[in-house]
């Protein structure tokens, strides 16, 4: 069972990065996703999760109506759009994932039981 994030980068304020999850040895199709961001000397945080069906997703104020959370189940990945990046988007992004059985998700990461190894992005100013 394996996640694996990638996508991350530099870029300057204002520009745009899409991170991908691919899950491997399961299938995401009953899961819910989260992405979470850690910065050094701060707590991980939640940004965005998506439940299993789709329909619901759940962002941090910092970052609504400038990240996009997308899932392919048929892919078996699931997407971060992240646009209009700022210096304080930069940190670590984890995505993670959960058994969810009512289609809804949590941006709590103690409900998360797999988690991808990170990818860094990093936003210049």
């Known amino acids: 069972v394996q996640l694996m994030e990638s996508g991350g980068g530099l870029v300057q304020a204002g520009e745009s990065l899409r991170l991908s999850c691919v899950a491997s040895?399961?299938?995401?199709?009953?899961?819910?996703i989260g992405w979470f961001r850690q910065a050094p000397g701060k707590e991980r945080e939640g940004v965005s999760c998506i439940g299993s069906n789709d329909e619901n997703t759940h962002y941090l104020h910092s970052v609504k109506g400038r990240f996009a959370i997308s899932r392919d189940n048929a892919k078996n990945t699931a997407y971060l759009q992240m646009n209009s990046l700022k210096p304080e988007d930069t940190a670590v992004y984890y995505c993670?994932?959960?058994?969810?059985?009512?289609?809804?998700?949590?941006?709590?990461?103690?409900?998360?039981?797999?988690w991808g190894q990170g990818t860094q992005v990093t936003v210049s100013s």
């Open positions: 040895g399961f299938t995401l199709d009953y899961y819910a």
């Open positions: 993670a994932a959960y058994k969810s059985h009512d289609n809804m998700c949590v941006r709590s990461r103690w409900s998360y039981d797999y």
